[in-house]
Protein backbone atom coordinates (compact mmCIF):
# COMPACT_ATOMS: atom_id res chain seq x y z
CA UNK A 1 0.00 0.00 0.00
CA UNK A 2 1.09 3.26 -0.67
CA UNK A 3 0.03 6.47 0.48
CA UNK A 4 0.32 10.27 -1.60
CA UNK A 5 0.13 13.58 -0.26
CA UNK A 6 0.46 16.33 -2.64
CA UNK A 7 1.55 19.56 -1.40
CA UNK A 8 2.53 23.17 -3.15
CA UNK A 9 -0.23 24.75 -4.89
CA UNK A 10 -2.03 27.65 -4.71
CA UNK A 11 -2.75 31.18 -6.62
CA UNK A 12 -0.32 32.62 -9.09
CA UNK A 13 -0.33 34.73 -11.81
CA UNK A 14 0.21 34.52 -15.03
CA UNK A 15 4.29 33.91 -16.14
CA UNK A 16 4.58 32.63 -12.30
CA UNK A 17 6.31 29.23 -10.92
CA UNK A 18 5.09 26.82 -8.44
CA UNK A 19 6.58 23.67 -7.23
CA UNK A 20 4.44 21.05 -6.01
CA UNK A 21 5.20 17.75 -4.20
CA UNK A 22 4.27 14.48 -3.81
CA UNK A 23 5.27 12.46 -0.73
CA UNK A 24 4.57 8.59 -0.49
CA UNK A 25 4.76 6.97 2.67
CA UNK A 26 6.23 2.95 2.54
CA UNK A 27 9.73 1.79 1.87
CA UNK A 28 9.19 0.55 -1.64
CA UNK A 29 8.72 3.77 -3.16
CA UNK A 30 11.66 3.67 -5.44
CA UNK A 31 10.12 0.47 -6.87
CA UNK A 32 7.35 3.13 -8.43
CA UNK A 33 6.84 4.95 -11.55
CA UNK A 34 5.54 8.45 -10.87
CA UNK A 35 3.12 10.18 -12.92
CA UNK A 36 1.24 13.78 -12.26
CA UNK A 37 -1.97 14.15 -13.68
CA UNK A 38 -4.54 17.41 -13.52
CA UNK A 39 -8.54 18.00 -13.97
CA UNK A 40 -9.78 21.65 -14.75
CA UNK A 41 -13.44 21.87 -14.03
CA UNK A 42 -15.79 20.91 -15.71
CA UNK A 43 -13.36 18.88 -17.49
CA UNK A 44 -11.89 14.88 -17.42
CA UNK A 45 -8.53 14.63 -16.12
CA UNK A 46 -5.60 14.55 -18.43
CA UNK A 47 -1.51 13.30 -17.93
CA UNK A 48 0.89 15.70 -17.30
CA UNK A 49 4.38 13.80 -16.55
CA UNK A 50 5.77 10.80 -15.66
CA UNK A 51 9.17 9.90 -14.77
CA UNK A 52 10.16 5.99 -14.03
CA UNK A 53 11.16 4.34 -10.82
CA UNK A 54 14.91 5.21 -11.92
CA UNK A 55 14.53 8.75 -13.29
CA UNK A 56 15.57 7.55 -16.15
CA UNK A 57 12.47 7.44 -18.75
CA UNK A 58 10.66 11.09 -18.41
CA UNK A 59 7.73 11.79 -20.39
CA UNK A 60 5.75 15.57 -20.86
CA UNK A 61 2.26 16.07 -22.27
CA UNK A 62 2.88 18.31 -25.46
CA UNK A 63 0.97 21.40 -23.67
CA UNK A 64 3.50 21.69 -20.40
CA UNK A 65 6.83 20.52 -22.58
CA UNK A 66 9.62 23.14 -22.14
CA UNK A 67 8.16 24.87 -19.28
CA UNK A 68 7.09 22.03 -16.80
CA UNK A 69 9.98 19.73 -15.22
CA UNK A 70 8.97 16.70 -12.95
CA UNK A 71 12.13 15.04 -10.73
CA UNK A 72 12.20 12.65 -7.88
CA UNK A 73 14.05 12.00 -4.81
CA UNK A 74 13.92 8.04 -3.72
CA UNK A 75 15.87 9.13 -0.64
CA UNK A 76 12.93 11.52 0.50
CA UNK A 77 10.22 9.34 -1.22
CA UNK A 78 9.33 12.34 -3.49
CA UNK A 79 8.14 13.29 -6.69
CA UNK A 80 8.13 16.90 -7.86
CA UNK A 81 6.97 18.89 -10.60
CA UNK A 82 8.85 22.01 -11.33
CA UNK A 83 5.71 24.61 -13.12
CA UNK A 84 6.99 27.59 -14.62
CA UNK A 85 5.95 29.96 -16.72
CA UNK A 86 2.31 29.08 -15.73
CA UNK A 87 -0.96 30.01 -17.93
CA UNK A 88 -4.41 30.27 -16.76
CA UNK A 89 -5.22 27.75 -18.86
CA UNK A 90 -2.92 25.47 -16.37
CA UNK A 91 -5.24 26.59 -13.52
CA UNK A 92 -6.71 22.66 -12.12
CA UNK A 93 -6.35 20.18 -9.73
CA UNK A 94 -2.99 18.34 -9.84
CA UNK A 95 -2.12 14.20 -8.81
CA UNK A 96 0.20 12.58 -8.20
CA UNK A 97 0.37 9.06 -8.71
CA UNK A 98 2.00 5.62 -8.46
CA UNK A 99 2.07 2.54 -10.74
CA UNK A 100 4.15 -0.74 -11.13
CA UNK A 101 2.31 -1.46 -14.59
CA UNK A 102 3.84 -0.79 -17.86
CA UNK A 103 1.24 1.01 -20.19
CA UNK A 104 1.26 3.77 -21.59
CA UNK A 105 2.66 6.78 -19.28
CA UNK A 106 -0.54 8.55 -19.72
CA UNK A 107 -2.88 5.98 -19.58
CA UNK A 108 -4.50 6.77 -15.95
CA UNK A 109 -5.70 3.63 -15.54
CA UNK A 110 -2.49 1.97 -15.53
CA UNK A 111 -1.92 3.67 -12.11
CA UNK A 112 -2.76 2.05 -8.57
CA UNK A 113 -1.78 4.75 -6.12
CA UNK A 114 -3.83 8.51 -6.14
CA UNK A 115 -3.54 11.35 -3.78
CA UNK A 116 -6.19 14.25 -2.90
CA UNK A 117 -4.89 16.55 -5.22
CA UNK A 118 -3.69 20.42 -5.03
CA UNK A 119 -5.17 23.07 -6.46
CA UNK A 120 -3.55 24.98 -8.72
CA UNK A 121 -4.95 28.31 -9.82
CA UNK A 122 -3.53 30.69 -12.34
CA UNK A 123 -4.61 34.41 -12.84
CA UNK A 124 -4.45 36.17 -15.63
Known amino acids: QVQLVESGGGLVQAGGSLRLSCEAS????????MGWFRQAPGKEREFVAFVSWSGSWIYYADSVKGRFTISRDNAKNTVYLQMNSLKPEDTAVYYCAARKTTTTPSDEGGYDYWGQGTQVTVSS
Open 26 to 33: GRTFSSYD
